[in-house]
């Protein structure tokens, strides 16, 4: 599961960027660059586990928040994103919703 960790290792360093932005602007930029690589890395997991016959429903769903949570904070990086990430949200309260009354 090497695009977990990677995708895992790149959101821990931009969240250690964004907080070290407020006093460096140039981390910025680097830290946007970091989600940009997160967001490859778990659509790559993304595109693993729902290919394989290997996981159940529930690693799927985990592992495809994973992947929105990833876009949403890559998409408020910028004022613009900011609508995007209430719509992302949204369809993921819906999804959410619609699979857990599904398996449950």
Not at 25 to 46: C, E, G, N, W, Y
Not at 49 to 68: I, M, P, Q, W, Y
Request: proline content about 2%; glycine content about 4%; hydrophobic content about 40%.
């Amino acid at each position: 599961m090497l695009p977990l960790i990677d995708a895992e290792r790149a959101w821990a360093y931009a969240m250690q960027l964004k907080s070290e932005a407020n006093t460096e602007p140039r981390k910025r930029f680097h830290m946007i660059s970091r989600l940009r690589k997160a967001v490859q890395h778990a659509t790559m997991l993304d595109r693993l586990c729902n290919d394989s016959g290997v996981f159940d429903a529930r690693t799927k769903l985990e592992v495809e928040v994973g992947h929105v949570c990833c876009n949403i904070a890559f998409l408020c990086t910028d004022a613009v994103g900011h609508i995007a990430c209430e719509v992302l949200l949204e369809e993921l309260k819906c999804h959410l919703s619609l699979t857990l009354n599904n398996t449950g």
